[in-house]
């Protein structure tokens, strides 16, 4: 659809995107009402429209063209998350726990923790394949392991960095579980949900940061946050910031520092609205 209609399911007047064609509409228009632009004609019972090519046409046809792409991109994003969260909810029920972010897979290696929940949920993902040419013996970043890395699959990689540079050799992904002091991922051990008191459909579970902190895939570890920095999340180009909530569900929550800061921390006692969120198709 249009991106003056719905933009990712949402009303017009809060859309995730900010369309980029709206400026060179805007200059079209300023040049379509310029009397020298178009001229009417009468000659007999015939009325002759003639309308010069306005200069901005091509940078809006570029602009609209953009969105469309962005909005593909932002479709793909928001169905991948959904799987990643029915992966995430079949795992923590299976478990009690979710899957850890730094974890051994062979309890008797003595080699660092060698991968994270996104290795340990691809079973749940129908990659019990790609799981299985892992050598859970070697660390995360064996040459073996960094060989089968490289087929990322999809549901990361829509999430991948938009920054060249912090991709690395395209599989890093910005799908991240906070942790530190302030996200649900504290410490090592795997977390419970039970643990956390804020209610969990105002919680991330996991969410998407900036280019800044994309990280390799298999890489161990969270996010880590002394205190959270709410411009470390979400996109330029959008109005909210996507996640998975205590419950499993995809939400968006507006791009605004208290109340990104509010869905992270996992004992503030917030108390958040509908309002507050952009509600997807």
Not at 66 to 83: A, P
């Amino acid at each position: 659809e249009s991106p003056l209609g719905r933009m990712g399911g949402v009303a017009v007047g809060e859309p995730m995107l900010v369309p980029k064609m709206l400026k060179p509409l805007a200059a079209v228009a300023a040049e379509i009402s310029d009397a020298e632009l178009v001229s009417l004609a009468m000659e007999s019972n015939r009325l002759t429209l003639t309308m010069k090519r306005p200069q901005n046409l091509n940078l809006l046809i570029k602009a609209i063209v953009e969105d469309g792409v962005s909005q593909s991109k932002l479709n793909n994003r928001q169905e991948s998350l959904r799987k990643v969260a029915k992966a995430l909810k079949a795992y923590h029920l299976e478990n009690g726990f979710l899957p850890p972010a730094g974890w051994i897979a062979d309890p008797q290696s003595k080699v660092r923790p060698q991968f994270n929940w996104r290795v340990g949920l691809l079973p749940e993902l129908g990659e019990q394949e790609l799981y299985d040419q892992f050598d859970f013996s070697l660390p995360w970043d064996a040459p073996a392991n960094q060989k089968v890395a490289q087929e990322m699959p999809e549901v990361f990689r829509s999430f991948s960095s938009t920054d060249g540079e912090a991709d690395f050799n395209g599989t890093t992904t910005k799908l991240r579980a906070v942790g530190g002091k302030v996200g649900v991922y504290k410490g090592e051990e795997a977390p419970v949900l039970e643990d956390v008191s804020d209610k969990a459909i105002w919680t991330s579970v996991l969410i998407e940061c900036a280019d800044g902190d994309a990280v390799q895939w298999t890489k161990p570890g969270a996010l880590e946050m002394e205190k959270i920095t709410p411009a470390r999340f979400g996109r330029s180009d959008e109005n909210g910031v996507m996640f998975i909530d205590g419950r499993f569900s995809v939400r968006v929550i507006r791009k605004d520092d208290e109340l990104i800061s509010a869905i992270i921390t996992t004992d503030g006692g917030e108390k958040l609205k509908s309002k507050d969120f952009i509600k997807l198709k």
